[in-house]
């Protein structure tokens, strides 16, 4: 069984073909990097304007690469997310979702985003199976949430201000270093000294699961206004240090509270080495997807899109995307 998968959600425009549950047959992004990049971030209008143009030509690249002559006959459901994200964005990937849907006849299915960025982790690993931990790290979300079963999703704590990747990116604007962020502050900060600059971890001696992210950046740029001779990949270095800090402080606590010993970490900030390190060395068993996978992709959407199906989910033609939709 096919399933078409398509993210639209804010400037990557995606497109996968994945068969069964995990056998992903190719997945395309087209990214609008150099779109926004000039404006250091996101700009909504122009996102939904490239998603226009892009969809068709990387859908029609994707059917041509997998040899789909016949997709009404070989495809078999379409998966599409629905929120949260930019609301002209999500309209262009729900729009072609229905349309195809209708014209090929098959059956649709709404993904949330977050649930998405879930079952990257699940496409790579076949041992992963709820009950599990999952942290959720985006450039809109820093959430922990237990997978009770697929589809039953309990918060466990969330930010209380920025998001992480947020906050990567604001730094990274501010220290002049581009967009997005993540990736340049990850670069910047090759060769570091993480001790180099005193950052408080933020959170950490809350006996809550809750996160905040926005002293941590006023600190950063504080620091750098305050002393001007401060090597950049020190200062970069700290800052990712204290800011990986706080997560993996979280998590343990998530896995003390929960007695879950299972953690799947996703979304952008999953990408990020320093990260990845730090959850190696720890007493419960972390996974984390392939890095490709991290950033907003269509294989994920499908994934979650082919998981709903066999759940009995269905959506209908009349549905209208949410920008805010949440996931618990
Ligand atoms: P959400 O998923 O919350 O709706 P989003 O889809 O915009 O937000 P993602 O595409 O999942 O976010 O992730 C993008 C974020 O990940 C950006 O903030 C980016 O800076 C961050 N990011 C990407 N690579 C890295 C990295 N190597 N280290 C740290 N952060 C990273
Ligand atoms: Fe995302």
């Given at each position: ?127 992963l ?31 209380r ?8 990116d604001?730094?990274?604007r ?44 006023t ?17 970069c ?37 320093e ?54």
């Open positions: 069984m096919l399933t078409l998968g398509i993210e639209t959600s804010c400037d990557d425009t995606s497109v996968a073909l994945l068969e069964g549950a995990r056998h992903l047959r190719r997945f395309l992004v087209a990214s609008q990097l150099e779109d926004h990049e000039a404006f250091g971030g996101v700009v909504p209008e122009l996102a939904s304007r490239k998603h226009l143009e892009n969809f068709l030509p990387l859908l029609s690249r994707l059917l041509t690469e997998c040899e789909i002559k016949n997709p009404s006959r070989e495809i078999h459901l379409i998966a599409v997310t629905d929120g949260p994200g930019l609301m002209g964005s999500l309209l262009i990937g729900t729009t072609a979702a229905k349309a195809l849907a209708q014209v090929w006849e098959v059956p649709l299915i709404t993904v949330n985003h977050l649930e998405g960025h879930i079952f990257a982790n699940y496409l790579a690993h076949d041992d199976f709820p009950p599990f931990i999952t942290l959720i790290v985006s450039g809109g979300h820093t959430e922990l949430i237990l997978v009770r079963s697929f589809g039953d999703y309990v918060l466990l704590g969330a930010t201000d920025d998001a992480i990747g947020e906050a990567f604001k730094i990274a501010l220290l002049g270093l581009g967009y997005p962020g993540g990736p340049a502050i990850e670069k910047a900060a090759r060769g570091g000294d993480p001790a180099a600059v005193a950052l408080p971890v933020p959170m950490a001696d809350s006996p809550d699961i809750e996160f905040s992210f926005s002293g941590l950046k600190a950063v740029i504080w620091a750098s206004k305050r002393n001007p001779y401060l090597r950049l990949e020190d200062l270095a700290s800052f990712q240090h204290a800011a990986t800090e706080a997560l993996v402080c979280k998590v343990e606590l998530a896995v003390r509270k929960t007695g879950i010993r299972k953690v799947a970490v996703s979304g952008g900030v999953a990408a990020n080495l990260l990845r390190r730090k959850m190696k060395g720890v007493p419960w068993k972390t996974y984390f997807p392939p890095i490709e996978l991290c950033t907003d992709n269509g294989a994920m959407i499908a994934a979650a899109g082919y998981n709903a199906y066999k759940r009995g989910e269905r959506a209908s033609l009349s549905f209208m995307p949410d920008p805010s939709k949440s996931l618990v």
